[in-house]
């Protein structure tokens, strides 16, 4: 008998999950974010051998060529370089690029051009033009996606693990535990979220990992308000009860009896989150105190380039603001169609 209730139980969950898809997928909006955060997903794990630049950090300089305007070709006179570069493997090239093979000289005079039928030229354009150190803005703004997602998604990891325990701890024993915790979220709540992550970030100094850190230290009150308030109302239920009744432990009552049911609020919760990490890095990185030079962000391509808005350059400070907008509605857009979709457990 226990048997045949498991089975129907796993059957009757397996139901709901595709219900919910299919609901999920009459959202166009949705379904449009969901394809779009699919592309950005793929083209940040395959970094390197997607770039235009395959270059560490795309920092490939060519001061002769810069601030040049979109879609801008020249040729390049390749020499090799001695002592020869070593090759790397697949997976490193992927994930860290591979340094220059040949020192590039770009040729800007046609006359040159035009006479060199026996010099080893290769004509390359550069889609969305250079920066002011001669960088392929394109090559900048595909491998910034990676930071934003990699941001986002540590600091929600970060988040889920600290926000679920403790809001789930004071919401399942209440009392002066309850209280205790309460007090804590409130206080850290109080504080404002970009003060905080400045001051966790001097405390930890600035870098790659340090920032996510401090992105991830202060989301998570979100996630432990919710899931105290959640936990409150599911504690009072019969099964939880029953779990008591049975000798389950407490760990195991809460972490997979109740945790389950309030699983669709977290993923909600989570894209909502995953923006907020985004816009936030940015915000950072457009201060000096995010990610460090070489490494190619959105926010730092925005610092280094709004002074030429007025100019007529001004597409080199809107084009990361346009991709940082985007990500971020992309994930709205899908948390607000997961909510849609989730409706059906009520």
């Known amino acids: 008998m226990f ?6 139980s796993e059957e009757k969950a397996l139901s709901l999950s595709a219900l919910t898809w299919k609901r999920f997928k009459k959202e166009k909006t949705g379904m449009v974010s969901l394809v779009f955060l699919g592309l950005v997903l793929l083209m940040a794990i395959l970094g390197y051998l997607v770039t235009p630049d395959k ?4 920092n490939n300089q060519h001061l002769e060529i810069a601030l040049q305007p979109l879609g801008f070709s020249v040729y390049f006179l390749n020499l090799p370089k001695e002592p020869p570069v070593e090759k790397v493997s697949f997976f490193h090239k992927m994930l860290f690029g591979q340094a220059g093979q040949y020192n590039s000289i770009p040729i800007i005079d046609d006359d040159i051009v035009g006479a060199s039928y026996n010099l ?3 004509k390359k354009t550069f889609l969305l033009g250079t920066d002011r150190y001669g960088r392929d803005v394109l090559t900048q703004l595909m491998l910034g996606a990676r930071i934003s997602l990699a941001v986002g998604f540590i600091a929600v990891v970060i988040a889920l693990i ?32 970009l003060l905080l992550v400045i001051a ?5 100094g600035k870098g790659f990992w340090q ?9 998570w009150v979100d996630i432990a308000r919710v899931v105290r308030g959640q936990m409150l109302a599911l504690k009072q239920q019969d099964f939880v009860e029953a779990g008591k009744a049975l000798g389950f432990s407490d760990f195991r009552i809460i972490f997979k009896h109740i945790m389950p049911n309030i699983l669709g609020t977290l993923v909600v919760l989570s894209a909502a ?3 907020s990490a985004i816009l936030m890095e940015a915000g950072l990185s457009f201060l000096g105190m995010g990610v460090q030079p070489p490494i190619p962000s959105w926010g730092m391509m925005m610092k280094e380039n ?24 992309a994930f709205m857009l899908v948390g607000s169609a997961l909510r849609n979709a989730m409706e059906v457990r009520r």
Not at 3 to 8: D, E, G, N, T
Not at 55 to 58: I, L, M, R, Y
Not at 167 to 192: C, E, F, M, Q, R
């Open 3 to 8: 048997l045949f209730r498991k089975k129907r």
């Open 55 to 58: 270059t560490p950090h795309g």
């Open 120 to 122: 080893p030229l290769q």
């Open 162 to 193: 600290i926000g679920v325990f403790v809001g789930a701890i004071a919401g399942y024993y209440g009392g002066k535990i309850d209280a205790a915790l309460t007090w804590l979220i409130n206080v850290v709540w109080s504080i404002p979220t």
């Open 200 to 204: 966790i970030s001097f405390a930890l």
């Open 211 to 219: 920032i996510f850190i401090a992105i991830g230290l202060t989301m």
């Open 273 to 275: 989150n995953f923006s």
């Open 306 to 329: 709004y002074a030429y808005i007025v100019l007529d350059k001004a597409y080199l400070a809107i084009a990361p603001g346009v991709a940082i907008m985007l990500l971020v509605l």
